[in-house]
């Protein structure tokens, strides 16, 4: 069997809804970076077997396809898209190293692409004739009793587990300030000119205080913003990672495990324990973790729930200090620890959480 590497990883900028990425389509925003990404390593599009995309909010069809297509990738690349939420663009490298490992490709391109600002309006038709009732989203649990907003579970998590408001505001605060120190622009495709992520500021912890609430302790100022973005991975079976003479990062393994589904914030921590077990790792062998923002409660949650040091969390801040573009958050972590460990070394974790108490991590480490 095969081992699989990682040899290259990079992302657009993420940008808030409704600003610079705004008018850019699903496959506008991928494509560019998927041709930088393959020719980061000499590969020509001829050479990719598959690309792997994950996308919550698109409006259906396979936005995967669509992409390979404007990339210039062969005919016969079919395309992916997968819908887990939030968790689709970490469980995309998962699907592709399987691919790998079986036999099925040698080089696949795996990530996830989302697009606030262009996503589809939906509606619920009347099976009686009425007029189509508009939703924001779909049910993730059969009950509504365990399918609260996204805010309300991340406030009730914050309770359960002690986190005030003070720590998810300090948390916002350093990262905004991680962000801020950190220079991003190896990771970084520019797309239309834009080449930062536009969210990140100066936060002062009296003004994430005066933050308006959302739910109880859950603020503006502790939660991601809706956002742009895109993130891919490129994974090759270690035949191709000879060839081209590049190491990379070796993936050692990952696993979407589902958990309580009105607490979807707590669920990576199961997944990220069993894959460092899987891995006979211990959470102080680990050099970084990019652990999702989604709410700065959830990050604290999983980063306690692990044990792992929160000074190796995030060194180049989290989703509150750029947004959060759903389906392509996973692999925009993904993204950042791969450059993160290129530069320091050793093995690290990515982790996020889905709605429906959904948790997926990935480990890899320099090879």
């Not at 990883?9 to 930088?36: I, K, N, Q, T, W």
């Not at 970084?288 to 969390?313: H, K, L, N, S």
Request: net charge neutral.
């Amino acid at each position: 069997m095969t081992g699989v590497k990682i040899v290259a990883a990079l992302r657009s900028a993420v940008a808030p809804r409704g600003g610079a990425l705004a008018r850019l389509d699903l496959h506008e925003l991928a494509s560019p970076v998927l041709r930088s990404l393959i020719g980061a390593v000499g590969l020509s599009p001829d050479d990719v077997d598959e690309v792997v995309l994950g996308n919550a909010l698109g409006g259906g069809g396979n936005p995967a396809r669509m992409v390979a297509l404007a990339a210039g990738l062969a005919e016969r690349v079919a395309g992916l898209s997968i819908d887990r939420q939030c968790c689709g663009g970490l469980d995309a490298l998962v699907i592709s190293s399987t691919m790998i490992t079986s036999g099925l490709a040698d080089v696949v391109v795996a990530g996830g692409v989302e697009s606030y600002s262009r996503r589809p309006l939906r509606l619920r038709t009347d099976p009686d004739g009425g007029e189509p009732v508009a939703y924001d989203r779909p049910p993730f649990a059969p009950w509504p009793a365990l399918d609260p907003p996204m805010d309300a579970a991340a406030d009730a998590l914050a309770a359960e587990l002690g986190i005030t408001r003070e720590m998810q505001d300090l948390w916002a605060v350093e990262s905004h300030r991680k962000a801020r120190a950190a220079d991003l622009a190896a990771e970084i495709v520019p797309i239309g000119g834009v080449d930062r992520d536009s969210f990140t500021r100066d936060l002062p912890l009296r003004l994430a205080a005066r933050a308006p609430s959302l739910a109880g302790t859950i603020t503006a100022a502790n939660s991601a913003v809706a956002a742009d973005g895109v993130g891919l991975c490129l994974l090759v079976s270690d035949r191709v990672s000879a060839r081209i003479k590049c190491k990379g990062l070796t993936y050692r393994g990952g696993i979407t495990l589902g958990g309580r589904p009105e607490r979807p914030g707590a669920a990576p921590v199961v997944a990220m324990k069993r894959v460092l077990s899987n891995a006979g790792l211990s959470p102080d062998e680990l050099t970084v973790a990019e652990i999702m923002e989604a709410f700065a409660a959830q990050a604290i949650a999983c980063t306690r729930g692990v044990g792992i040091d929160p000074a190796i969390v995030n060194p180049g801040g989290g989703a509150l200090a750029r947004g959060h573009p759903i389906g392509a958050s996973g692999a925009i972590n993904a993204v950042r620890l791969f450059h993160e460990l290129q530069r320091r070394g050793g093995t690290g974790i990515a982790a996020i959480a889905a709605a429906g108490g959904l948790g997926t991590a990935v480990l890899m480490s320099l090879s």
